[in-house]
């Protein structure tokens, strides 16, 4: 059962821009060609550390390795390794 808030919500959403930024999730870039975007890391509330945990994870040894890294609406960490790296 949906929540009476959702009912009243849902038409602004529907039909106003403003109103669909200000509360619809978007991913957010936090490496940028191996740089740490500081901005998206204090507003997402992720540390360096976390993303570098990740990356770790998944075969790569720094942001450097890394073109992008992503902050999913799902909250997820998704990557773009370089092309130039040999794995």
């Known amino acids: 059962m949906y929540h009476p808030a959702v009912f009243a919500t ?3 959403i529907l039909h106003s821009k403003v109103v ?3 509360v619809k999730a978007r991913p957010t870039l936090l490496v940028h060609n191996g740089d740490y975007i500081e901005e998206a890391l204090i507003k997402e509330r992720i540390t360096k550390e976390e993303i570098s ?3 770790r994870e998944n075969g790569l040894h720094t942001s450097k390795d890394a ?3 992503i902050f999913g609406t799902d909250a997820t960490l ?3 390794m370089k092309k130039n790296k040999d794995y």
């Open 53 to 55: 945990a990740v990356l």
């Open 67 to 69: 073109k992008w890294v």
């Open 10 to 12: 849902e038409p602004a």
């Open 78 to 80: 998704s990557f773009i």
């Open 20 to 22: 669909h930024k200000m």
